[in-house]
């Protein structure tokens, strides 16, 4: 018998760079920190990979492809994508939270940090939403 619980993945200040920010000092790729918290549906007797959730394909995909994308003006557009990452792809996935840290200069604060927790109810109506806008409006 299979029994269903919550697995949860966390990825805590994994280092990446990114091109990132509205200054005109910042389209270079610098360091930021990703903190990532997954929240899965599991079986408690799962026996392999298959049975699981593969944060390891998404960690790598972040570490190298992410790195290598355009510069974005907002943190928020990275931490849509980093949210999408898990939410669009596996089924099992209820909920993510995704941070992303940046080195600054501002006050005493070591690091500025975004972040954002969204539930797979959310992530899907808003998908819904954006389809029929898309369709709407072209």
């Known amino acids: ?7 949860n993945i966390k990825i805590d200040r994994l280092e990446l760079r990114l091109a990132e920010g509205m200054c005109t000092h910042e389209p270079q790729p610098r360091p930021v920190w990703v903190t990532l ?4 549906q599991s079986h408690s007797s799962s026996a392999a990979l298959a049975d699981c959730l593969d944060y390891e394909l998404r960690r790598h995909w ?3 492809a ?3 994308t355009p510069h974005a003006f907002l943190l928020e557009t ?5 949210t999408a990452l898990f939410l669009a792809i596996a089924s099992q996935v209820q909920g993510v939270f995704a ?3 940046r080195q600054t ?9 975004k972040d954002r927790e969204t539930d797979r109810n959310h992530y899907e109506a808003t998908r819904a939403l954006a ?6 409006h072209g």
Do not use: P
Request: proline fraction near 0%; charge should be neutral.
């Open 62 to 64: 972040m570490c190298t």
């Open 78 to 82: 990275f931490i849509n994508e980093m």
């Open 66 to 68: 992410w790195s290598r």
């Open 105 to 113: 200069v501002i006050g005493d604060a070591l690091a500025v940090r």
């Open 99 to 101: 941070g992303l840290y």
């Open 1 to 7: 018998m299979k029994m269903e619980n919550t697995q």
């Open 37 to 40: 918290h997954v929240k899965a």
């Open 131 to 136: 389809q029929v806008s898309e369709a709407t």
